[in-house]
């Protein structure tokens, strides 16, 4: 079956830290992925999406993610955090050919001020 | 606002009690989909519609769980004799076929079966 793996369940950064959060997903296939991301009261939210060509994607909020396909990787990148960028950030894969998302189990990141 | 919606937002009941819940999709969007979060863990999906069809259903949605999506807009979940191991919250999300990867969630529904 396919999973999808958040390598870290929570993070703790300070303002201006850079920020990298792991995903790895199980499926050989043609997949899009995506990062979504759920502030605290808020629903889930697209940050980013890859679906085919270059490999880095650049999503909204300063945020770009880099698909590896040899890897199977889609780590999500931050250069530099805000404190507004508390936040719990799910990794999702859908197959090129269906209909759900399959997501990680999430990862908490909080930003001290 | 436009988005998904989803109500209640909170339902409390008890073991045994049947429950429904509603989603109303982004009104353009032909595809509707069911999802499970329960805590720590990320989202599950549950089942999805194409306008009125009832297209795919996950192993997770046992006999007790059904969903409709009679007139191809809005959707309900029936949950009926519910478990406490039915906590969780339900989320809804909508698409268009055209664009079918990019799905929009509502704010889901939190359940807690005493």
């Known amino acids: 079956a396919q999973s999808v793996s958040q390598h870290n369940h929570h993070v703790i950064l300070s303002e201006a830290a850079s920020l990298e959060l792991g995903c790895n997903y199980s499926?050989?296939?043609?997949?899009?992925l995506f990062w979504y991301v759920q502030y605290p009261g808020q629903h889930l939210q697209l940050l980013l999406k890859?679906?085919?060509?270059?490999?880095l994607v650049k999503g909204i909020k300063g945020f770009e993610a880099e698909f590896i396909k040899s890897k199977f990787s889609f780590n999500l990148r931050k250069p530099s955090v805000q404190w507004s960028d508390t936040a719990e950030y799910f990794c999702?894969?859908?197959?090129?050919?269906?209909?759900?998302?399959?997501f990680g189990g999430g990862t908490r990141v909080l930003v001290k001020p | 606002d436009t988005g998904v919606s989803q109500d209640p937002r909170h339902k409390i009941t008890k073991r045994g009690q049947n429950v429904t819940f509603r989603c109303d999709p982004i009104?353009?969007?032909?595809?509707l989909y069911w999802y499970r979060q329960t805590l720590g863990q990320g989202p599950e999906f549950l089942t999805y519609?194409?306008?009125?069809?009832?297209?795919?259903k996950s192993r997770l949605l046992s006999d007790r769980f059904s969903a409709e999506r009679p007139k191809g807009s809005f959707s309900t979940l029936e949950i009926q004799r519910t478990e406490q191991g039915d906590s969780a919250m339900y989320l809804c999300?909508?698409?268009?076929?055209?664009?079918?990867?990019?799905?929009?969630f509502g704010p889901g529904t939190r359940l807690t079966v005493l």
């Open positions: 519609f194409q306008n009125e069809a009832q297209l795919e």
């Open positions: 999300a909508s698409s268009y076929s055209g664009r079918k990867d990019e799905q929009f």
């Open positions: 999702a894969v859908l197959k090129a050919a269906g209909n759900k998302l399959t």
């Open positions: 890859y679906f085919s060509g270059d490999p």
């Open positions: 499926y050989g296939g043609t997949v899009n």
């Open positions: 009104s353009e969007h032909n595809r």
